[in-house]
């Protein structure tokens, strides 16, 4: 049986995904990494079995990764003009 991780520890990866989020230079992919984040978290809030709670949260920590990853990726090559959002 898998260890499920704990109410901080999925906060925690939360927050950190918001934070990583915000590290986008492009508005579009900024808002899309947020909404994502938070439409993922609430799909999964009703999770009870452990091992699935498990499964989740290893695959949040993957996509944190894979976020980090882009937001530097994305910082090389930002964009020349703002979106008429950021305006």
């Given at each position: 049986m898998a260890l499920a991780p704990s109410r901080r520890e999925i906060l925690t990866l939360f927050r950190s995904l918001l934070r990583t989020a915000r590290q986008f230079t492009d508005y579009n992919v900024r808002e899309y990494a947020k909404r994502r984040t938070i439409d993922g978290f609430r799909q999964n809030r009703d999770l009870?079995?452990?091992?699935?709670?498990?499964?989740?949260?290893?695959?949040?920590?993957s996509q944190?990764?894979?976020?980090?990853?882009?937001?530097?990726?994305?910082?090389?090559?930002?964009?020349?003009v703002k979106s008429i959002m950021e305006t």
């Open positions: 009870v079995d452990p091992s699935t709670i498990s499964s989740a949260f290893t695959e949040g920590k944190l990764e894979v976020a980090k990853r882009q937001a530097v990726v994305y910082s090389l090559y930002t964009p020349k």
